[in-house]
């Protein structure tokens, strides 16, 4: 068994089954699935959310893996990639809370909880209105640049995030947003993957779901040029002649998420 308790529930959970008491919070509920649980709640005013994993079960391991996918099997995959982050100084959540047990990957019961991060706005909607109302360029440009920092620091130090898209990309509103003073913060890692270096079949699987996630909020060609300048931390020329096979792969693969994307959502559904 894994059990790791910072304040407030080192204090509120002291001499108690840590796994009955994470069950028992109670709030917003966000996500309720047969084997996950995520749901906010309030502790002493402060705000936290919270993902418990119960286990999927051997059918659904074996058609994720006969599928050529990666189960996500509880909170450790989001725990180490948390630590992983801030060690490697990429802006994200603080747990607060996190604890595994059981050996079976099929039954296995894990948890773990975060602060919340308030008042921020998501990437994808502060963005949203720009082909409408351009913003300043400056700012533009230095969202840009943080965004290609933040995703390469993140797949030098190990971690792939397997849902990088920009509504993932928190951005902190506290105080007013411009190009010389602003915060980014990278959420959901449930799914994300953390080894010793980064293959690159993952890291292109998140910059093509980035890519595509950024498709309609009016960049340039300039824009996504100045990307991969701060995301490979090459002259650009240099960049444009190692990467080629990986920007033509993009292209096409950005096209067909966008074409699956509209089949699925053609009359009138909801994203």
Not at 49 to 76: C, Q, S, Y
Not at 90 to 116: C, D, K, L, W, Y
Not at 199 to 206: A, F, G, I, S, V
Not at 230 to 235: E, L, M, N, T
């Amino acid at each position: 068994m894994k059990l790791v308790l910072k304040p407030p529930f080192e204090r509120l959970w002291a001499g108690r089954d840590a796994f009955v008491e994470v069950e028992a919070l109670k709030g917003q509920v966000y996500r309720e699935l047969e084997g996950r649980r995520t749901l906010r709640t309030e502790v002493n005013g402060e705000g936290f959310f919270v993902k418990i994993h119960r286990g999927i079960g051997w059918g659904e391991i074996v058609k994720n893996l006969i599928t050529a996918k990666a189960p996500v099997l509880g909170a450790g995959q989001e725990w180490a990639a948390i630590q992983r982050l801030h060690e490697a100084g990429v802006p994200t959540m603080t747990a607060v809370a996190f604890g595994e047990r059981g050996s079976n990957p099929a039954s296995q019961h894990s948890f773990i909880v975060t602060e919340e991060l308030a008042p921020t706005i998501s990437l994808e909607d502060f963005c949203v209105d720009w082909p409408r109302n351009p913003p300043p360029a400056r700012l533009k440009w230095a969202l840009i640049d943080e965004v290609a920092r933040m995703t390469g620091t993140m797949h030098r130090a190990g971690v792939n995030h397997r849902d990088c898209y920009i509504c993932h990309f928190l951005l902190h509103t506290a105080r007013p947003v411009t190009a010389d003073d602003f915060k980014l913060s990278l959420i959901d890692l449930h799914r994300a993957q953390t080894r010793t270096a980064t293959p690159r079949r993952w890291r292109d699987k998140d910059l093509a779901g980035l890519y595509f996630s950024a498709l309609n909020i009016g960049l340039t060609r300039r824009d996504k040029l100045r990307f991969l300048k701060a995301y490979f931390r090459q002259p650009l020329r240099q960049v444009l002649k190692d990467e080629s096979t990986l920007l033509s792969w993009l292209e096409q693969k950005a096209a067909r998420l966008l074409s699956r994307y509209e089949r699925k959502y053609a009359g009138g559904g909801e994203a």
